[in-house]
T-cell receptor, first 119, second 113 residues
Framework: EAGVAQSPRYKIIEKRQSVAFWCNPI?????LYWYQQILGQGPKLLIQ??????VDDSQLPKDRFSAERLKGVDSTLKIQPAKLEDSAVYLC????????WGSGANVLTFGAGSRLTVL | QQQVKQSPQSLIVQKGGISIINCAYE??????FPWYQQFPGKGPALLIA?????SEKKEGRFTISFNKSAKQFSLHIMDSQPGDSATYFC????????????FGEGTQLTVNP
């Protein structure tokens, strides 16, 4: 099966500019996650969608970050305006999770990530 | 608390040796403990996972040991190979924590030939 697709792979912007990242999850996966991975740290969940609804956005800095999942498939994560501390890899992941955990739903498949550098 | 603490930060092992990475957690509601492996330029990939009703799980050269009373779990890589050189993350999840995976800080493993 095709993996999780993300673009762009790399982006360099000036602080206060805006940026958008796109994710196409594995076909049929109901749940989509955006994680932020700062260099030298573990991934941190920003937002979780189940189909096209938000399940958890408690750690999303909503004053500058926004995300949507149109039609329950692709998703876009936007940062506006960007700060220096937003420099990180933004990872998209998907899973079969539909509200009940089971062996397949536990597995998160990650994309390769989008590396953002804010100057 | 949602933290998962991982050690060591980095680890160098000779080929054929045993690599051991440790994690500790605080939230007793966690009920699923995966380990992810990440190569440079790639996203993390699930390596092996365990639930707290068992004390050990083995898949090939990879073993998770789980100590529920101590709230600790560890990854053992037997017969470590240069191809195992990567960053390893432990993680934990519990349905009461919003079903999110909480990751440790990562361990950069280098296996020398």
């Amino acid at each position: 099966e095709a993996g999780v697709a993300q673009s762009p792979r790399y982006k360099i912007i000036e602080k206060r500019q805006s940026v958008a990242f796109w994710c196409n999850p594995i076909s049929g996966h109901a749940t989509l996650y955006w994680y932020q991975q700062i260099l030298g740290q573990g991934p941190k969940l920003l937002i979780q969608f189940q189909n096209n609804g938000v399940v958890d956005d408690s750690q999303l800095p909503k004053d500058r970050f926004s995300a949507e999942r149109l039609k329950g498939v692709d998703s876009t994560l936007k940062i506006q305006p960007a700060k220096l501390e937003d420099s990180a890899v933004y990872l998209c992941a998907s899973s079969h999770y539909t509200g009940t955990w089971g062996s397949g739903a536990n597995v998160l498949t990650f994309g390769a990530g989008s590396r953002l550098t804010v100057l | 608390q949602q933290q998962v603490k991982q050690s060591p930060q980095s680890l160098i092992v000779q080929k054929g040796g045993i690599s051991i990475i440790n994690c500790a957690y605080e939230n007793t509601a966690f009920d699923y403990f995966p380990w992810y492996q990440q190569f440079p330029g790639k996203g993390p990939a699930l390596l092996i996972a365990i639930r707290p009703d068992v004390s050990e799980k083995k898949e090939g050269r990879f073993t998770i040991s789980f100590n529920k009373s101590a709230k600790q779990f560890s990854l053992h890589i037997m017969d470590s190979q240069p191809g195992d050189s990567a960053t390893y993350f432990c993680a934990a999840r519990g349905e009461t924590s919003g079903s999110r995976l909480t990751f440790g800080e990562g361990t950069q493993l280098t296996v020398n030939p």
